[in-house]
């Protein structure tokens, strides 16, 4: 079983995190009180499968893995929800990294790890934590995030801002309840606010006496985009450039950013963007 590989763009995201990865641990590795963890919400498989070139490669999860200098992390914990991305990922580690006793392969959901994983921060004060979180749609909420506020984390996130946020925002704004309650639970902020921050309302007087039209912003998507970015400097001290990724017709699909309390981890992850294309 194996993740469908995204385009170009998927190979530029995974080359971010490892690179960042990279330099985070040679800065890590100086510190000699302290231990690193690597934590990957949505782990997949280990292997994308690449239509075009009929065959698999490596993804994020094993990329990190295969990093041996500077001096890996000390704990892996890979978390994956679907049945079998878990067992093939679990087989793909075992079979390729025998000796990788410190990774952990769990299966359950991000947000209840998020959670967990915060708890373990605020237990043990000598680990610092490097998050990647690639998720499926907009399922990761808002509070499992902000249960990460004053802890030492760097956290990589991908966010569907056209893919995921600006669907659910209709253009006539008749918004399903169900759907406002996603976009509640996925930005952490009543609908209201959402609503105003993505429409606005003209009224128009019109042969009829004056009539009310409510008009989606035309740049909605990357309204989520800094919406998001301002959204996680409530948790965060600083958030990075995105890396804004788009598909063949030009359309933005994902924000893709990172968020911490580090001005040094500021400026890395702003450098390993640049090459990339960004909004």
Known sequence: MMNQFG????EAKMKIVVDYAKAYLTIMNKQS??????????????????DEYNEAVK??????????QPEPFDIYYFVEKEDEYFEALKQNIKINYPNKDNAFVVKGDCNTKLFDMANFL??????RALAFIDPYGMSVNWN?????????VDLWILVPTGLGVNRL???????????LNKLEQFLGLPRSEIIN???????????????????KEKSAIQKAGVLYTQRLKTVFEFVSQSFVMRNSNNSIMYHFMMATNNTAALKIANDVIKPNYKL
């Open 7 to 10: 385009g170009n763009w998927t």
């Open 33 to 50: 009180w302290a231990k690193t963890l690597y934590f990957d919400g949505f782990a997949g498989s280990g292997l994308i499968e690449v």
């Open 59 to 68: 993804g994020t999860a094993l990329r990190i893995l295969d990093i041996e």
């Open 122 to 127: 605020k237990r043990d004060i000598n680990y």
């Open 144 to 152: 499992s995030i902000e249960s990460l506020k004053g802890l030492g």
């Open 169 to 179: 925002l209709k253009t006539d704004g008749n918004i399903s309840d169900a759907w």
């Open 197 to 215: 921050h993505f429409y606005s309302k003209t009224t128009v007087n019109t042969l009829f006496g004056n009539e009310t039209f409510v008009n």
